[in-house]
Structure formats: C-alpha cells, structure tokens
C-alpha cells in the first residue's frame, strides 16, 4: 500500500515538471535573467561613460615638462578632480573585466587567452596609473613639489607602458583575420591592423621628453587612445552579433 502511494507521488510529481507553464506560474530556478548580450551592451557603455567621465575631470593636465611647482599646484587647486578620476576607475575595471570576460568566450583557443592576458594587464596597469593619481591629491599641500613631480613621473609612464597590454589583445584577435577562413569581418581586421600599428609605433613615447611623443602626451591620451577605443567598440559590437549566434548560446548557458 505504502509502495503504491510513493509510485504514485513519483509519478505525479514527473509529470508536473513535465507540463508546460503556463499564467504566473513561477520559472524555473536555473533560468538565467540576463543573457551574455545585454550584460555586454550594459558593461561597455558603462565602462565607455566612466572612461570620459573620468577624463572629463582631469581637464588639462601638467606635462611632462612642467616644473615641480606647477605640478604641486595644479594638485592643490584639482585634488577633487584627481579623487574622481581614481574613483571611475576603480568601477571602469569591473565594467571592462566582464567585457573581457564575455568577449573571451567568442574568441578560439589560444586567441582567447592571450587576449585576456592582455585585458587583465590593462585593468592592473590602470589601476596603478589611477592610486598615483588619488595618493598625490590626498594631501597636496603637504606633498613636496619635487615628490609630487617623480610621482606624476610614474603615472606618465602608464601610457606609453599600456601599449604592451593594447598591443596583445589587439594582436591577439586581428590575427583570426589573417586565416583563409577567418572568424571575424574584413571591417574589423582592418582597424586591428590600423590599431595594432599605431600603438606599435606609440611606444616609441618611452623615449619621449616633451611635445607629441612624451610620455602622458598626445600620442598616447589623443592618438592612441581614439584608435584603441574604435578597435575596442568594434570588437564590442562583433562579440555583440556573434552571441547571437544559436551553437554560441548553448555552449554558454
């Protein structure tokens, strides 16, 4: 008799998971509530807003042949500024890390790991270039003007030292463009080529002392972002129409 009624509840249970659901009937747990595309689309903008938020309030910033003093002033009168600029960066690498994360599962072995080696090096070095930038404007005043200028120094050199990081995960996709079958579009293999070059050439900035190429200067904070950032848009909107692509979704449910 016991046997009969745990049969029967077995049964009855099967078939309920079984049955479609239907009016607000609840979901099923395991049901994801954002899939990898909007995560992505929300994550770039997000990433791309706190970039230009965080330049934005920078404004115009000493150069690398400014004197000691200037440098110590201009701290003084933007330590506000500086703060905020370290304070979107701290958000900018979460943003940036689940654009890497979820572009990575677009790309084939061993293109994808070299490509987040690259993304993880470029969140570590900004992360760097951002602390001098918040440590200098803690206290300004106090800071001597010689301190502050080795300091601002250091964070220069995040520009023409950031090529290295660029260069890989550019490389590292472009390259899948250079197959006779190649997984991503003529469109985006050529501004990978276009930016790939450029920031070859940007590191030539380690040399630099002043004018375009000094470290911190045009070519890097102009130049050589603009690129960086199409090339980066560009692989944002291929990952984009890529994981709509049905074989891709399976793999990553």
């Known amino acids: 008799m016991h046997l009969q009624s745990a049969a029967r509840s077995v049964s009855t249970a099967a078939a309920l998971r079984s049955r479609p659901l239907r009016g607000n009937q609840r979901r099923p747990a395991n049901r994801r509530w954002m899939s990898q595309r909007t995560a992505l689309a929300i994550a770039a903008l997000c990433a791309g807003a706190l970039y230009l938020v965080g330049a934005i ?7 690398v042949s400014d004197s000691p ?7 003084i009168d933007h330590r506000d500024a500086a703060r905020l600029y370290a304070w979107t960066a701290a958000f900018a690498s979460l943003a940036f890390a689940v654009v890497a ?3 990575r599962g677009v790309l084939p072995a061993p293109s994808r790991d070299v490509f987040l080696l690259g993304a993880g090096a470029f969140i570590a070095e900004t992360a760097v270039q951002a602390w001098c930038w918040a ?3 803690l206290h300004p005043a106090a800071t001597r003007p010689a301190t502050a200028r080795v ?13 290295g990081a660029t260069t890989t995960m ?9 197959r006779s079958r190649a997984p991503i579009p003529h469109w985006l293999t050529g501004i990978g080529l276009v930016a790939f070059a450029e920031q070859a050439v940007e590191t030539i900035t380690v040399f630099g002392t002043h004018g375009f190429i000094a470290p911190g200067g045009a070519m890097n904070a102009v130049l050589g972002a603009a690129l960086t950032a199409i090339w980066l848009a560009g692989l944002v909107v291929w990952a984009f129409q890529r994981l709509a692509t049905p074989n891709l979704q399976a793999q990553s449910a």
């Open 57 to 63: 309030s920078l404004g115009s910033t000493p150069k």
């Open 69 to 75: 003093a200037v440098v110590a002033r201009w701290f």
């Open 101 to 103: 994360g979820i572009v």
């Open 135 to 137: 440590a200098l404007a």
């Open 151 to 163: 300091v601002l120094d250091v964070a220069s050199y995040w520009g023409p030292l950031l090529t």
């Open 170 to 178: 550019i490389g590292a996709v472009t390259v899948l463009g250079l």
